[in-house]
Structure formats: structure tokens, C-alpha cells
């Protein structure tokens, strides 16, 4: 089992940046594979980016490719999300899932707000 805290969410304008960092638990990180979603207010809860356990293969969804970046430090068990060239349509709770054997764990999520 494996427990996610994400953090580095905020209020910023459209156009800039952050970068979300999720902290997991555990010995086995490394053997997990990570993704971010997102949910928005009134909306279901979609994916947004995920990376392989190796960290050689990563996908993202259209909205947000060639934007965002998603990484991950299997050595201080932690992923990230970069976010460029923010839209006030990128406003959304971040969530960080863990995903190994077909079972996911979230995180308690982070809060991203785009202001125009």
C-alpha cells in the first residue's frame, strides 16, 4: 500500500506557472506507476498526465500537452507535475494516483486556481 500527499497548489494568473509535487509512502514507489488528475467544479474528475514506473514513458491528456510535464524522483518517492502557460480552464482540484496491479490510490488533492 502506498500513501500520496500532494502539494504546491495556489491561486496564480493565467500564464503562469507551478509545479505540484506528490510525497508517497512506502519502499515500493519505485514499482508504482503515477498519474494527475484533476476535478472542477460540477465536472468529473479526469486524467491529466501519468509516467510509467521507470519513468520513460509518459502520456498526457490533449488539453494540457505541451504544457505540462509530469516526472518523477524514484529516489525521494516523489512525482511531479509541471505546469506552464496556465488557463483559467486549468482551475481544478489536482489529485495524484499510484497505480500497481490494477489497484490506485489517490491523494487528498491539491487546490489549483487560474485566475484571468
Known amino acids: 500500500q502506498v500513501q500520496l500527499v500532494e502539494s504546491g497548489g495556489g491561486l496564480v494568473q493565467a500564464g503562469d506557472s507551478l509545479r505540484l509535487s506528490c510525497a508517497a509512502s512506502g519502499r515500493t514507489f519505485g514499482t508504482y506507476a503515477m498519474g494527475w488528475f484533476r476535478q472542477a467544479p460540477g465536472k468529473e474528475r479526469e486524467f491529466v498526465a501519468a509516467i510509467r514506473w521507470s519513468g520513460d514513458t509518459t502520456s498526457y491528456a490533449d488539453s494540457v500537452k505541451g504544457r505540462f510535464t509530469i516526472s518523477r524522483d524514484n529516489a525521494k518517492n516523489t512525482v511531479y507535475l509541471q505546469m506552464n502557460s496556465l488557463k483559467p480552464e486549468d482551475t481544478a482540484v489536482y489529485y495524484c494516483?499510484?497505480?500497481?496491479?490494477?489497484?490506485?490510490?489517490w491523494g487528498q488533492g491539491t487546490q489549483v486556481t487560474v485566475s484571468s
Open positions: 494516483n499510484a497505480n500497481r496491479l490494477g489497484v490506485d490510490y
